[in-house]
């Protein structure tokens, strides 16, 4: 019998306290059990049967729901339209209207979309091969794990759907590192057409270059106007409504980069709070939201109790100076992520008049979530709630209407889903799984395995664990951090030394040792009923 097996066996007679917790916390009540604080036994409806007496996972796997293939009735194979934006968090989808309006007014809203290795190479590598980046490779950002020179671009998502019959197109950026070291006229295997951004010219907002089937041409426009119009033409091509095709459009904001303006924190403030980068907004979104404070969130700024002397949260301690260098961070993220909310609605107007819109698949996305503040945090790269979660969104052809998905969904699944959508054969162990059949049901309860590495460094891991339901578990280099996010939303107490969750964190301790290096059907794929 397998880990997973005995763990899920233990659970008999019980469901999970995450799925308990889910459904409590999701359904408006849960026995006055309030953020911050840990279930009591009797509110939660469990005298006599303590947290420690609970399981992590249902005895009872959900089957998968049936699924029809697209294109099995003999019908054209539906376009896909994967739109993202780099280090674009949840919350910023606040600041979107156009993306709410016309994509989750109108699709489906994911509410536990993931990022397992939540920063930018690796999560990209994931959506472009659908596994977890042990498996692709490409595990940070420079070195010998890291960056576009680790990647290896053969046996891709694009080559697969070529061979499907599907032609493929990319404008926007791609893997750190692309267009360096001489790679500069480079075309990755598996891409019709092709117009990719040039690093380091790519985090340059006025001037990028861009490598189009081979030629490099230097540009000198906003780089996120740049990138729709880039798009928009290729949309609106004769020839895609010929075959089916795939696009994948990647935004560089709200990412950080250049030029320096007058707001920088680097011509307002010295030592440590003038250093904070942070990204370029359009012209005309300048000092748009000037005056908007930080989130008031209880992680701002907050250590979790019970956490080890390693743990990312104590890393730094913020001045007043610093924090207000951190404000003008978050304005300026707020206001590049309005163009490229236009931009957004710039596709969606050229698929509609064109005539493409019902029959193409639409997914927003971005590669990681982002921190400005929370858990004493300023970027990505770390296991918390506000970091590894991604806004992702989709709809299309029998993709429901208006609805949020509560199950969990990883950038590895966005690949294998995309490869089913188009009846295309993998070309790699697939990690993830298609998350289509599951858009209709209840929530479901998946184990994810979530790990970090240093950012010049992929040869040692910084953290691994999971992610289960509300259930979040990682081990440091010298400790361990575990959260139930039902009752602890922003991840303020570290349940580690809660006598009361022994039997929970041996059971993620082991599902996390199972899954660490886990490839293709021996990474968890079974969904329990929450």
Not at 143 to 159: C, H, I, K
Not at 307 to 335: C, F, G, M, N
Not at 416 to 442: E, K, M, S, Y
């Amino acid at each position: 019998m397998s880990r997973r097996s005995r763990l899920a066996a233990l659970a008999v007679g019980a469901l999970a306290c995450s799925a308990l917790a889910v459904a409590g916390f999701a359904g408006g009540g849960h026995g006055g059990v309030g953020p911050g604080s840990a279930p009591a036994a009797a509110d939660a409806g469990t005298t006599g049967q303590t947290a420690s007496a609970l399981r992590v996972l249902p005895a009872t796997q959900t089957p998968t729901p049936s699924w029809t293939p697209y294109g099995a009735g003999g019908e054209r194979r539906p376009n896909i339209l994967m739109i993202t934006s780099d280090d674009l968090a949840v919350s910023d989808l606040d600041y979107m209207p156009h993306v709410r309006q016309l994509l989750a007014r109108q699709g489906v809203t994911f509410t536990d979309a993931v990022a397992p290795t939540p920063i930018c190479v690796p999560a990209r590598a994931s959506l472009l091969t659908g596994q977890y980046a042990h498996n692709h490779g490409a595990r940070t950002i420079s070195g010998p794990y890291g960056g576009y020179q680790a990647f290896d671009e053969r046996r891709t998502l694009p080559v697969a759907l070529q061979r499907a019959g599907y032609d493929t197109l990319f404008t926007g950026k791609y893997l750190n590192g692309y267009g360096e070291d001489g790679t500069e006229h480079v075309v990755p295997p598996g891409w019709t057409d092709w117009r990719a951004t040039v690093d380091p010219s790519t985090y340059g907002f006025w001037n990028p270059q861009i490598n189009h089937n081979g030629v490099v041409t230097q540009y000198h426009r906003y780089t996120t106007y740049l990138m729709r119009d880039q798009a928009d033409t290729m949309l609106e091509e004769p020839s895609r409504t010929q075959r089916p095709w795939f696009m994948w459009v990647n935004y560089v904001a709200p990412h950080h980069g250049g030029p320096i303006q007058e707001e920088d924190p680097a011509n307002h403030f010295t030592g440590w709070a003038g250093t904070l980068q942070t990204t370029v907004p359009a012209p005309e979104d300048d000092h748009r939201y000037d005056d908007v404070p930080l989130p008031k969130r209880p992680d701002m700024f907050d250590v979790p109790t019970g956490v080890p002397a390693d743990s990312p949260s104590r890393a730094h301690h913020w001045t007043a100076q610093q924090k207000e260098a951190l404000r003008s961070v978050y304005d300026q993220r707020i206001e590049a992520v309005q163009a490229v909310d236009r931009a957004v609605a710039s596709q969606i107007r050229v698929l509609r008049w064109t005539h493409q819109l019902a029959r193409t698949i639409v997914i927003f996305a971005s590669d990681n979530g982002y921190a400005t503040g929370e858990h004493n945090i300023n970027g990505k790269l770390i296991h918390y709630d506000s970091i590894m979660r991604i806004p992702v969104l989709m709809r299309g052809p029998r993709i429901p209407h208006g609805t949020t998905v509560g199950t969990t969904l990883t950038n590895p699944d966005i690949a294998t889903t995309i490869l089913a959508a188009a009846g295309a054969t993998p070309l790699r162990p697939q990690d993830g799984v298609n998350i289509l059949p599951w858009l209709r049901t209840p929530t479901q309860l998946r184990v994810v395995p979530i790990e970090g590495w240093r950012v010049q460094n992929g040869t040692r891991r910084l953290y691994f664990g999971v992610r289960v339901g509300p259930w979040t578990y990682v081990q440091l280099r010298h400790g361990e951090e575990l959260y139930d996010r039902a009752t602890d939303p922003y991840e303020l107490h570290s349940l580690v030394h809660d006598a009361r969750y022994g039997t929970v964190l041996e059971q993620l301790r082991e599902l996390s040792r199972a899954d660490k290096n886990c490839r293709g059907s021996s990474c968890p794929k079974a969904f329990y009923p929450a």
